[in-house]
């Protein structure tokens, strides 16, 4: 079965560096685009960050030039490295991919950004 389990959240202070870690299995990782979302108290889930099968991708203004999505193709292994955090960065995040038939999560790493 598809799973998906994220790790690497965790207290950091704005300004500071995190890099999560989404390690999957149970479908062929290489052929798939994968993302990362973020879900704070109160709102919407939002899309952070894209990486296709090629090394293609896409953020938000919200997040580009502070966030980087990355994979390791032989490791089945999706990264998000997120640098000059702000509070507003406070959220779940979930490691995320479209794989037939429908959208597959992980359960979420709890990311907060406090002085």
């Known amino acids: 079965q598809v799973q998906l389990v994220e790790s690497g959240g965790g207290l950091v202070q704005p300004g500071g560096s995190l890099r999560l870690t989404c390690a999957t299995s149970?479908?062929?990782?290489?052929?798939?685009?994968m993302n990362w979302y973020r879900q704070a108290p109160g709102k919407e889930r939002e899309l952070v960050a894209t990486?296709?099968?090629?090394?293609?991708?896409n953020y938000p203004d919200s997040v580009k030039g502070r966030f980087t999505i990355s994979r390791d193709n032989a490791k089945n292994t999706v990264y998000l490295q997120m640098n000059s955090l702000k509070p507003e960065d406070t959220a779940v995040y979930y490691c995320?991919?479209?794989?037939?038939?429908?959208?597959?999560w992980g359960q979420g790493t709890q990311v907060t950004v406090s002085s």
């Open positions: 149970g479908f062929t990782f290489s052929n798939y685009a």
């Open positions: 990486i296709t099968t090629i090394g293609m991708t």
């Open positions: 995320s991919a479209w794989v037939p038939p429908n959208r597959r």
